[in-house]
């Protein structure tokens, strides 16, 4: 059986100011900061007091429900602020950097010998666990339970993603060795996805059953690819990795040192040259986005992660924990003189009710942040359907999600998605409904209702 | 200042009015407003529902067009002014100033009589509500003067605007939560209410009525008169009319609904811009032409002869049924009504299949009213949520089997 994956639904949503392939070191970040909010349903408890002096790799905090999943500093330093929110929940841990960086040493780790359960130990103490994320539920693996396999996704079709053929180059003995650590963990197979044209380091792994994905976003998505291989039924589990982060895994395991690096992407419209850098997780975007990137006084968003998905970051904010792009985008925030009747060639559109982007598919497009249009019920049918390749109803689930009905939402698939994989069918959603944030909201309710 | 700013200004200023929703619809019809994501995605498609049901509009405008000529074409056909068109659809007697006049005053009324009464509405439960106003009424509106004989007094028209916006969508919770198409809810409420106002032999040609009443007071005139060609059919009439007539739309009808040559053009519109569902369109007119067939085998076979009072419709041939009444116009513009209409790709087809199905069975079977596709629209928006029901089930099955083949 050939394990070529191709799948026919979905949308390229192409945009403007895609990274130029060349590396840039970026300038040393003198904060870095880790927001919990970044790690879905963990609730923190802090290690690392204010003014501690932590290397990196240190533990920072863990989580409160799952004791041994602690959370590592990426860098060395000092922590000089714990902001909180209401009810004294930590919304930050601010760490002042050292110059000449320290890591915390985890010791050469000997694959041969190693178990499920040192292996499990080991990258629990180290701070790699958070990297490993699970379904159901999209949220940090539990460290409990044995995933029935593992899915690592080596191809980006988001929009203006990361190219991963790029930034994995070099990193062949890294991966290799994480993806050694992550099958001893597993009973079933790593299954790894790697673009049509293969060029990626990914495709030279041993030990892992490799597909090759063929279509448009959301091909690349790890949720696609579980969906068409091996779907989570009810009661199972699945895994799964992002590359940048295999990286990470396979350095503390080669070496022992926990080095939070990033090859990042700068991308967007906003950005006057977009390339590629390399820094650590946790950076201020400042050091980033202004040197050839971005205006100082332009009215532009700045997204940690990419277009969908990302996370909106104040121009002071930081990298989030588990992307590796940066995507910059003006503002929309103004008023369009007759723009919902008249025609448009300058916007994304799947219709062609006066929209024309149908009429030049390779055309790269300078989108904003304006809605284009109020929120309102669901009206349409049928154009989900055109972009979501898995085998669920997505209105029907996120009606289900609406509602609250648990049954329903389990008997229609929702140990299988996850946010991202609804990305595309609110992007083009004609009613502008917040599709991620009601799965989200879905997800969070199951967990707390059947866990 | 300019008006862009001058009416941001007033919208913060008013932000926290109750009114403030009526502003809005009317703001956001100048100005694509400046609202901006949060959260979830950054970047949305250009398209919104306005744009969506501008599109439908856009499509139903030839009909209207076409209705207005149309009206004053039947009205000085009727009275002997003019001769019956002859050569095809630009035929100089059709599209005359004097035949679009009458139409245009004759229709615009019921056009704004629908629009401002069915908006008030929407204005006023958008306000108590606390909710942006919806465009659903945007096409209802333009619907509802296609679908309804020309000569209807605007208070019925008003009064049934009021019946199907209140009671097919206001109450179960506004756009895109209702059940009945509302504008099949509006004339379904005619029909029921003022039956003499919705079929027979007067009310399709304007005039008609009206020089009845002379009559009847005693004035010396000859009386006007025009079937559809269902009423024709049914009865069991010759049909003076050629096909040629009947498919480019010079027939007595409701107003919008005669001309099947620009219902088609506007359906491949709404299929071409992928608004309007091509597998509902398509499997409607299999349907119908599935039940044509069979009835055409009926009396074909001897089983029903021309003594039965069903024989006119069933004995016409399968593909006529295609052009004549508002089989077209409600295939292409009610039965794809997104929110009534069955949601699900493969549910579409079902839906659509025994719409077309439907319409044509009730046609034959009911002599006394044979415009059988708004019957069978509304009976079809009812049973709409079944279908998915077990469309998706079929999706809900496959995950069990795969949940048992694990535990086996």
């Not at chain 2, 439907?358 to 079944?386: C, D, H, K, Q, W």
Request: hydrophobic share 45%; net charge neutral.
């Amino acid at each position: 059986m050939s394990n070529d994956i191709r799948i026919k639904k979905g949308l390229d949503i192409k945009l403007k100011g895609e990274a130029e392939k060349t590396v840039e070191q970026a300038v040393i970040s003198n904060y870095c900061t880790i927001r919990p909010e970044d790690f879905h349903g963990v609730t923190p408890k802090l290690v690392a007091k204010e003014g501690t002096t932590v290397k990196a790799g240190s533990t920072l905090f863990y989580d409160k429900s799952h004791e041994a999943v602690k959370f590592s500093s990426p860098v060395s330093g000092k922590v000089i602020e714990v902001v909180r929110g209401p009810k004294r929940r930590i919304d930050a841990i601010k760490i002042e950097a050292d110059k000449p960086q320290s890591y915390e040493d985890y010791g050469k780790f000997n694959l041969d010998s190693a178990t499920a359960e040192t292996v499990k130990t080991h990258l629990l103490a180290s701070g790699c666990w958070p990297f490993i994320r699970q379904r159901p539920y999209d949220v940090i693996a539990n460290p409990d339970k044995s995933p029935k396999a593992i899915f690592i996704s080596g191809y980006a079709s988001a929009p203006l993603a990361a190219d991963l053929d790029f930034t994995l180059q070099g990193k062949e003995s890294e991966l290799q060795a994480a993806v050694n650590a992550l099958g001893k963990l597993t009973e079933g197979k790593v299954h790894v996805s790697v673009g049509k044209n293969a060029s990626s380091p990914m495709a030279g792994l041993s030990g892992v059953t490799l597909h090759k994905v063929f279509g448009p976003h959301p091909s690349g998505n790890v949720g696609t690819l579980i969906n068409k291989i091996d779907p989570v039924n009810k009661g199972e589990v699945v895994w799964t990795v992002s590359p940048q982060d295999l990286v990470i895994i396979g350095e503390l395991l080669l070496t022992g040192k926990f080095n939070a690096e990033r090859i990042l992407a700068l991308v967007g419209s906003s950005v006057k040259n977009p390339r590629y850098f390399k820094t650590l997780i946790g950076s201020e975007v400042a050091t980033i986005i202004y040197d050839k990137g971005v205006d100082k006084d332009g009215n532009d968003r700045i997204i940690s992660g990419n277009v969908l998905s990302g996370k909106q970051v104040a121009p002071d904010g930081n990298l989030d924990y588990y992307s590796n792009v940066i995507s910059v985008i003006p503002e929309g925030d103004d008023y369009e003189f007759f723009g919902w009747n008249k025609p448009v060639f300058n916007k994304v559109s799947t219709s062609r009710a006066l929209t024309f982007s149908w009429l030049n598919p390779k055309k790269k497009y300078d989108l904003n942040t304006n809605t284009n249009g109020e929120h309102r019920a669901f009206v349409t049918t049928g154009t989900y359907e055109e972009v979501f390749p898995l085998d669920i109803y997505p209105m029907q689930i996120l009606k289900a999600c609406m509602y609250q009905d648990l049954d329903e939402m389990e008997a229609l698939g929702m140990y299988e998605v996850a946010p991202e994989d609804f990305a595309l069918t609110e992007f083009v959603c004609v009613s502008k409904q917040p599709h991620q944030k009601i799965i989200r909201q879905g997800l969070d309710l199951m967990l707390k209702e059947i866990g | 200042m300019s008006l862009k700013n001058k009416l941001h200004n007033f919208k913060v200023k008013n932000k926290d009015k109750k009114w403030l929703p009526a502003f809005s619809a009317l703001h956001t019809f100048l100005f694509l407003p400046n609202e901006t994501t949060h959260g979830g995605t950054h970047i949305k498609v250009a398209d919104d529902l306005k744009r969506t049901m501008n599109t439908v509009i856009m499509a139903m405008i030839p009909c209207l067009i076409f209705g207005m000529f149309n009206a004053g074409y039947q009205h000085h056909l009727a009275l002997g002014e003019i001769q019956a068109v002859t050569s095809g659809f630009f035929s100089p007697e059709f599209w005359t100033l004097s035949n679009f006049m009458v139409g245009f005053w004759k229709i615009l009324p019921l056009v704004i009589v629908s629009y401002g009464v069915g908006l008030g509405i929407e204005f006023i439960f958008a306000i108590i509500k606390g909710h942006e106003v919806e465009e659903g009424y945007l096409v209802t509106g333009m619907l509802v003067p296609l679908i309804v004989p020309v000569d209807i007094p605007l208070w019925m028209l008003a009064v049934a605007v009021i019946f199907g916006v209140v009671i097919g969508k206001e109450v179960f919770g506004g756009t895109g939560m209702n059940i009945l198409n509302p504008a099949l809810t509006i004339r379904a409420f005619l029909f029921f209410a003022y039956p003499t106002w919705m079929s027979g032999d007067k009310v399709w040609i304007h005039g008609a009525v009206e020089r009845d009443q002379l009559i009847a007071s005693g004035q010396n005139l000859d009386a006007i008169s025009g079937e559809t060609i269902l009423g024709g059919l049914a009865q069991g009439k010759e049909i003076a009319y050629s096909l040629w007539d009947m498919f480019l739309g010079f027939i007595p009808g409701s107003v919008g609904e005669t001309s099947t040559l620009l219902i088609i053009l506007g359906g491949l519109f709404l299929i071409f811009t992928k608004i309007g569902s091509w597998r509902i369109m398509l499997s409607s007119v299999i349907g119908a032409i599935v039940m044509g067939l069979i009835f055409n085998q009926v009396t074909a076979s001897g089983w029903i002869t021309e003594s039965s009072k069903f024989y006119g419709l069933m004995s016409a041939p399968f593909w006529e049924h295609l052009v004549i009444g508002g089989f077209a116009f409600g295939t292409v513009f009610m039965a794809t009504d997104p929110v009534t209409a069955s949601q699900t790709n493969k549910g579409k087809w079902i839906y659509g299949f025994l719409i077309g199905f439907v319409s044509i069975m009730i046609r034959v079977f009911n002599p006394a009213y044979p415009e059988g596709v708004m019957l069978a629209i509304l009976l079809m928006n009812v049973f709409a949520p079944t279908i998915d029901h077990y469309v998706v089930q079929g999706n809900v099955k496959k995950r069990m089997k795969r949940l048992k083949a694990k535990v086996a």
